[in-house]
């Protein structure tokens, strides 16, 4: 073994890019914008999870449209296939046919061949087979926030039918007990996001995917 043979181009490179990191975040935290995405190049669909509220539909849309690829909110496209809303088919039909729809449409999103950012719903990891299938086709965010700031963004919320609660925040901290793993299971990422903004979250996805996201 050559033990004593160093590739300089390589150590050169290394240290670059650490460089380069370290600007990146001291900008990020010194609340600099940067409307201008590196040339970032999707090679699988990206796929954002975290619980109701974190911002996987709002966060999703800004990196899509930053990187100039298909935005898909998991959410649309079920409404789309059962012709209401979420709300109601929970009332009509229940969880559990939410949950296998919700399966089936996700599936179905995850095997197209053109890539795109797809926000999920918060739910979406309860099956093992749809975290297998976010895990095989995508590169996974989780959006980690805290259940008292979700509750508080969500205050005037009456469209998420788990949160149609006397207490949402307890209902948000018991969704949080249950579903924190199976998103650290499921993630290649954790962006916490709480006491950010939206549009910092977003950067701040940006910026670790652009500098160093591939699968
Ligand atoms: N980081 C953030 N800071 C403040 N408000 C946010 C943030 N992310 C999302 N929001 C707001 O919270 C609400 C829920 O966001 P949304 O993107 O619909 O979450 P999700 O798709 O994860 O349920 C929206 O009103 C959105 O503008
Ligand atoms: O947490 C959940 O189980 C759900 C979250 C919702 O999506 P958002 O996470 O976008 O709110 C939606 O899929 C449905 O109401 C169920
Ligand atoms: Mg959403």
Redesign the pocket.
């Known amino acids: 073994m050559e033990k004593d043979c160093i590739d300089i181009d390589a150590v050169l490179f290394y240290c670059s890019m650490t460089r380069l990191r370290q600007s990146y975040a001291l900008m990020m935290n010194a609340g600099c914008r940067l409307d201008g995405a590196m040339n970032f190049v999707m090679d699988s669909h990206i796929a954002l999870v ?10 999703g849309r800004y990196l899509a449209r930053r990187w100039s690829v298909p935005f898909v909110d998991v959410d649309v496209a079920i409404e789309e296939q059962i012709q209401c809303s979420i709300r109601e088919f929970f009332a009509k039909e229940g969880e559990d046919r939410f949950r296998e729809v919700e399966q089936d449409v996700l599936a179905q999103l995850l095997k197209k061949p053109e890539k795109m950012v797809i ?1 999920t719903g ?1 739910g979406a990891v309860l099956k093992p087979e749809n975290r297998a299938q976010l895990a095989r086709h995508s590169l996974v965010v989780y ?1 980690s ?1 805290s259940p008292h700031e979700i509750a508080r ?2 205050q005037k919320d009456t469209q ?1 039918p788990l949160l149609q609660v006397g207490n949402p925040l307890q209902r948000l901290q018991e969704l949080h007990g249950i579903r924190d793993p199976l998103y650290k299971e499921v993630a290649d990422f954790v962006v916490a ?1 709480s006491g ?3 549009t ?2 977003a950067q701040r996805v940006a910026m670790q995917l652009e500098l160093g996201a591939s699968r």
């Open positions: 975290g619980l109701p509220g974190s911002g996987k539909s709002t966060i926000a918060g959006l926030a963004r969500l998420r996001g950010l903004s939206a910092q979250v």
